[in-house]
């Protein structure tokens, strides 16, 4: 008897073949682009984890000066010397042909077994050649590709180092970084002698920290990953829609099929469970397909969002994906709960079923009145939480929560708006075509809700995400013109060079503003510190966000100090706060700019300041003031006279450009995540008009039999999508505006630090509506073409009953 | 039959044969009908399932195309029509009453009514509202067909095919889902509207009780005119 029904529900199936492949493509599809998402978080959340493991930095104690600066060796030789079991480390980033590479340097002979991720000891390496001059320098095989031809120690290559990160003997990481005799910490061998002396006379400017749970980069990029995230189950939301269209479908046609196997004796339990079943079995294997497809999106994708990370926070993240068992078992567990979520309201419906219920195709897709009334009083309560949390929500958890309520409100607002829209239209109407045209609309609209639904969900989406890109990018592009004001960036390879270059420059050009900068720590994060000389290029040009009324005086004069809006927005700190940065040193801020595109906190203090206060601060850059007409012939009479590779010398278009450029590859992961969404949308559309086709025989059958062609009702039908598409894009525009407001004035401030203006781009909705109609009109065409096709006798059937 | 003359009437069929391909092979399903009825006649067809009735209506009605034969309605041999003249043909000749009653869901009872009357360009407020006056309708204009009994619905679905003033009207048992006493109603109805505007009446039924009260009958059996 079970098998004998199970074959009889599986038949259902081999009838509508297309409905079947719909509802796998839904749920693959669905899957796919979540996968796709955790494949990538996952990718980098490991690359984040093995750099916070480099030396041991997630297991072992350090000892570290308390702003975080570098401090003498020899307060390592005298800890040695008072007993502790400690090994130096040195850290630090050095641009080697255009990229930054992250140098550590370690003591193998002291290092801590648990510290030990490169075994120097091994035949590739030898301690030998490790400790000894030119040394060797340790890297992942993305970096060994970038450092080839670099004039550097030998490069030896391991799988064990976070791409960008080189390792070196201690001696050799300081001579490449120019800081000889000095670390930057100790690490603390997990057990210690108890006879060392105690940590306070011997070494009293240190402090203990500890292991680092979560590094630096994982806190800063969770933002970035939230989003993704986000994103990925947006897209999986539209997809769903798909998947509850079908099944719902499915669940009403087979209406009969449930009360004639009830009726022949097969108990409902057994009916439920053989369903829930075939459901499982489709949600299996749409979950392996949707994940399989995921990680080829997620190949497609990793490099832009590869770069997006680098550019965004100085993460590394290598460009290959690695099979992880999670991502294939969060898929096919997500693809199941989408599953069988979207098939819980048709399954209660047919455990409350009487066993003699009428077989009624069309009911699923007869929502009542009541039902619209409650959908749209959801709707509006929704609307209200949006409200109240943009009001008094905080956080980035408040800001995803308040975005998904504006969407989820927005989509169960649609379809009693449509419903008002069109029943104004049926009213007004003059001819009879167009009376009929707008109430039949109406009346298909319960069965079309759900895909234009997720219609609304892509287009807003698009069209926030659009917005916000694009404001960003005009916001971005006015303040690069701003900030980069000077006509050329120069970069020494060496301090010496500094000085004789800066020599060199001071009687050919108008000014030379130093670019020096420090690292430290403030209000416990990460900084960098910048000296700048008083110039009308920073007085004219800075991007200040708010500032006190004299705050270039005050910079001059070492009294006060420039914060960027994110370390403001991080540490909390406004105008006339203090801010201590080292050594005791502390002066309120002056002013506040913006700093977009950069992960790290940002300090601008007078160079006198810097120079007195970092002494080891890199001294290698300068801006260079001249007229814009002779910048070229300065820049390549400055290569020749020393030497400089191209990179040392860039024109402030190059550095614009280069941005600008960044710029565009950071968001060229959305703008896809973006197009896919839109087409599991127009997807959703298709399924639905599909579907629906079948039903709609016997409403159109009789407008024919009085007189209209089959082509015009095609037309008709096709016309039908398109109105109501451009329609739900009408209703796009203002949610994706609100969505846009959300991201740049609450989501972006919590991930990135920064708050942006909204700028409004009329002619990207008109290609978005252009591209939402085409989609409707092709998601129609199919059917609509049945339409026109149809033999004459299929619609008689309609009349003769036996439809 | 008197080809000549019977051109001349309203409705002229002759050896109108038509078949249906099947998995099984083709069906022929009419087999040279030939017969005729003016303006003003009412005819029933009857005959036993499957023996040609509807198909025989759907032909009549350029719902559907015989294989063979000649259709003259209203003066134009329909047999060799395009899809657009057929469609203008029902919209302006052709007044269809089905089993199903195949009312416009969308629409309410007003404007169903006035529905093929408008396509026509033949919208008539006053006989509109007399006809829904005599059909008993008038209470319920603003309801959807759904609101409705089978009885009302058919009545509507009359209704709205006179409202057209069509020439000829073609009712495919559209008593075939009412109660004997609805059913009777809704013939008395159907027979005195039609005498009263003067279209012809072709009605497909089962019934020999229902079809002894037409002027002339017609019964199809193997698919020829018995």
């Known amino acids: 008897m079970i098998r004998e029904s199970f074959i009889v529900l599986l038949s259902h199936w081999r009838r509508k073949p297309l409905q079947l492949i719909m509802l796998l493509l839904g749920l693959a599809l669905a899957t796919a682009l979540w996968s796709a998402v955790q494949a990538i978080n996952g990718e980098a959340r490991a690359s984040y984890a093995r750099a916070a493991a480099v030396v041991g930095q997630d297991r072992l104690e350090s000892l570290v000066q308390s702003d975080g600066s570098r401090f003498s060796q020899q307060i390592y030789v005298d800890l040695r010397r008072a007993g502790w079991l400690v ?37 590739g390496i030898g301690l030998k050649n490790f400790i000894t001059p030119p040394g060797i320098l340790v890297t992942s095989p993305e970096t060994a590709q970038r450092l080839e031809g670099a004039a550097l120690p030998p490069v030896a290559v391991v799988d064990t180092l976070p791409p960008g990160t080189a390792m070196t003997d201690i001696g050799i990481a300081q001579s490449l970084l120019e800081v000889e005799g000095q670390v930057s910490r100790l690490l603390l061998w997990p057990t210690q002698p108890a006879s060392a002396k105690p940590l306070e006379e011997t070494a009293p400017g240190l402090i203990r920290r500890q292991p680092a749970v979560e590094s630096d980069l994982s806190r800063l990029t969770d933002s970035f990953h939230l989003n993704l995230t986000a994103f990925g189950f947006l897209a999986f939301a539209v997809g769903i829609f798909i998947v509850h269209s079908a099944i719902g479908l499915a669940f009403e046609q087979r209406r009969a099929v449930f009360r004639t196997l009830r009726a022949l004796g097969l108990p409902l339990r057994s009916l439920v469970i053989l369903l829930a079943a075939e459901l499982m079995a489709f949600a299996l294997f749409s979950g392996l397909a949707g994940v399989a497809l995921g990680y080829g999106v997620a190949w497609a994708l990793l490099p832009d969002v590869a770069a997006s990370l680098r550019g965004l926070y100085g993460a590394e993240v290598p460009g290959t994906l690695t099979i992880r068992p999670s991502v294939w078992l969060a898929g096919i567990a997500i693809a199941v709960a989408g599953t069988m979520v979207s098939a819980a309201g048709g399954l209660w419906r047919l455990w409350n079923m009487p066993l003699l219920a009428p077989a009624r195709p069309r009911a699923w897709g007869l929502a009542s009145e009541r039902a619209m009334r409650l959908q749209a009083l959801s ?32 989509a169960l607002l649609l379809p009693p708006l449509l419903s008002s829209l069109l029943k104004l239209g049926s009213r007004t109407a003059r001819s009879v075509l167009a009376q009929w045209f707008w109430a039949d609309t109406r009346q298909q609209l319960p069965g079309l809700s759900l895909a234009l639904m997720a219609l609304l969900l892509a287009l807003s989406a698009n069209a926030g995400v659009g917005t916000m890109v694009s404001s960003f990018r005009l916001t971005f592009t006015g303040w690069l013109d701003q900030r980069l004001a000077s006509e050329l960036y120069v970069t020494a390879r060496n301090q010496d060079e500094a000085q004789a270059m800066r020599d060199w420059l001071v009687p050919r050009s108008d000014a030379v503003l130093p670019i020096w900068n420090a690292e430290t720590r403030v209000e416990g994060q990460p900084v960098q510190v910048f000296g700048i000389v008083d110039h009308a290029t920073y007085r004219d040009n800075w991007p200040m966000l708010a500032q006190v009324p004299d705050v270039w005086d005050r910079i001059a004069a070492s009294e006060a100090v420039l914060l960027n809006e994110q370390l403001a927005r991080r540490s909390g700190l406004g105008l006339g706060d203090p801010v201590a940065l080292s050594n005791g040193l502390s002066l309120p801020v002056a002013g506040i700019f913006s700093d977009y595109g950069n992960p790290k906190g940002q300090v601008i203090v007078s160079n006198d300041l810097l120079v007195k206060n970092f002494p080891d601060a890199n001294r290698l850059r300068y801006a260079v003031r001249i007229d814009p007409a002779k910048a070229a012939r300065l820049a390549d009479d400055l290569r020749t006279a020393f030497a400089l590779p191209l990179e040392n010398v860039i024109d402030q278009a190059s550095v614009k450009s280069f941005s600008l450029r960044i710029f565009d590859r950071t968001f060229a992961v959305t703008a896809a995540l973006n197009v896919l969404t839109l087409g599991v949308a127009a997807l959703a559309i298709f399924a639905s008009l599909l579907t629906l086709s079948g039903m709609r025989l016997p409403q159109l059958a009789p407008v024919w039999a009085m007189g209209l062609t089959r082509r015009h009702l095609a037309g008709l039908e096709l016309l039908r999508s398109i109105a109501l598409a451009a329609l739900t894009m009408i209703v796009a525009i203002p949610v994706g505006i609100g969505l846009s407001w959300m991201l740049l004035a609450v989501v972006n401030v919590e991930a990135f630090g920064w708050r942006l203006p909204l700028h409004l781009f009329p002619l990207d909705w008109v290609r978005l509506a252009i591209f939402a109609l085409l989609a409707a009109g092709v998601a129609a065409a199919v059917p609509a073409l049945r339409l026109a096709r149809i033999p004459p006798a299929q619609l008689l059937k309609v009349f003769a009953n036996e439809s | 039959m008197d080809w000549n003359a019977a051109a001349g009437m309203l409705l002229a069929l002759k050896d109108v044969s038509k078949s249906y391909t099947t998995s099984e092979g083709p069906i022929q399903v ?13 005819a029933a067809l009857t005959g036993e399932s499957g023996s040609g009735k509807s198909t025989l209506l759907h032909i009549v009605g350029g719902l559907d195309t015989a294989d063979s034969g000649t259709v003259h309605l209203d003066g134009r041999d329909i047999a060799g029509m395009d899809d657009q003249q057929l ?19 969308s629409l309410d009872v007003a404007a169903n009514l006035a529905f093929q009357a408008r396509l026509a360009g ?59 006493a609805t059913g009777d109603a809704v013939l008395d109805l159907m027979l005195g509207l039609q005498a009263e505007t003067g279209a012809a009446l072709l009605m497909v039924t089962h019934s020999a009780r229902l079809a002894a009260r037409f002027g002339r009958r017609f019964h199809l059996t193997g698919g020829k005119l018995a």
């Open chain 1, 87 to 123: 090994s130096p480390i040195i850290e630090g980033e050095k641009r080697i042909g255009g990229e930054r590479i992250r140098i550590i340097g370690i003591d193998p002979l002291t290092l801590p077994p648990q510290a030990r991720q490169v075994d120097v000891m091994g035949a």
């Open chain 1, 379 to 410: 709707g509006i309560a929704l609307m209200v939480v949006t409200g109240a949390l943009t009001q008094v929500g905080s956080g980035l958890v408040a800001g995803f929560a308040a975005l998904a309520a504006l969407l989820l409100g927005s």
């Open chain 2, 122 to 180: 033949r919208h008539d407020e006053r006989w509109a509202a007399m006809l829904a006056e005599r059909l008993g309708l008038s209470q319920l204009l603003k309801r959807y067909p759904e609101q409705l009994s089978g009885g009302q619905q058919q009545r509507v679905a009359i209704g709205r095919t006179l409202a057209a003033r069509p020439k000829i009207i073609l009712a495919d048992e559209p008593t075939g889902n009412l109660d004997e």
């Open chain 2, 87 to 105: 469609a203008e043909l029902r919209r302006g000749t052709v007044g269809l009453v089905f089993q199903q009653f195949n009312l416009i869901p």
């Open chain 2, 30 to 42: 009419l087999r040279g009908v030939s017969l005729s009825l003016d303006a003003g006649e009412n």
